[in-house]
């Protein structure tokens, strides 16, 4: 359930009892399933709640059932603030003084809210801080996006922009290159070795990078197949990419 422009309903474990540790102030009432004896998770959401002093409303299947619109809501739902996002002047000031390795992740267009989840899961989990995603024709970050990754969502900047190219070129300024994946790309991803600065972009499921956004990239890689499937999921694809990126950081 979306709620209205100023308020979402997240539901599971891990996002809700994410968002209360992350940012507290922003959840406004906990709603969980009337039960005799409730499992040890939704104890822990329920202390934390009443911790940070915010109310919680015991309440039947059916009602969580649909604040959850059909999702797996696991016995507890938040109403909390909509998703701010972050400006991209505020991008632009952080990384002028972010010295060593950073990465920045680019979805151009991705539709699909378990792909973005998962990829803000992983993201997350690599140290990424920072994702720009377009306004237009691209997922946002809802409840079932918050769900899938798990509550990564609460740790990550993510910054909404009306134009991605001119994003990639006033990231290209400040001195980041620029690699796109693409399943038709000739070089593998494994043959090179990858700039401190780097911004990472993944196309939409199915069309992949957009052609005015491919032709920003300083260089295209590949994952390599050997099977009969000729290629993967974004969110498996972008997993597999970001952990080589980890992985040549590492060893720098």
């Given amino acids: 359930m ?23 102030k922003e959840v406004f009432e906990v709603m969980m399933i009337r039960s005799g004896q409730p499992r040890a998770a939704l104890r822990a959401i329920h202390d934390e709640a009443r911790r940070q002093g915010i109310p919680i409303r015991y309440v039947e299947p059916g009602v969580l059932d649909r604040l959850a619109d059909g999702g797996k809501h696991q016995g507890v739902v938040a109403k909390v603030a909509s998703y701010a996002y972050r400006s991209f002047s505020d991008l632009l000031q952080d990384l002028s003084s972010t010295p060593g390795h950073d990465m920045v992740l680019l979805l151009d267009g991705l539709t699909d809210p378990r792909n973005f989840g998962a990829l803000l899961r992983t993201a997350e989990a690599v140290g990424v801080r920072h994702v ?17 990754s798990a509550g990564a969502v609460h740790h990550l900047r993510i910054y909404r922009v ?5 994003a990639i070129l006033n990231l290209k300024q400040r001195g980041y290159w620029v690699v796109g994946l693409d399943a038709e790309a000739q070089e593998d991803l494994y043959e090179r070795i990858y700039p401190e600065k780097l911004l990472v972009v993944l196309g939409a499921e199915g069309s992949g990078i ?15 197949m050997r099977g009969k499937i000729a290629s993967l999921n974004v969110a498996v694809a972008g997993g597999v990419f970001l952990y080589e990126l980890l992985r040549q950081e590492r060893q720098l």
Wanted: some cysteine.
């Fill in 210 to 224: 957009r052609p005015l956004i491919r032709q920003e990239c300083d260089f295209l890689v590949s994952i390599p």
């Fill in 162 to 166: 009306s134009n991605l190219r001119q």
């Fill in 132 to 148: 720009v995603i377009p306004k237009d024709r691209s997922v946002g970050v809802t409840p079932a996006v918050v769900k899938t």
């Fill in 2 to 24: 979306e709620g209205n422009e100023k308020t979402r309903c997240y539901f599971g474990v891990n996002p809700v009892a994410e968002k209360l540790r992350s940012s507290p």
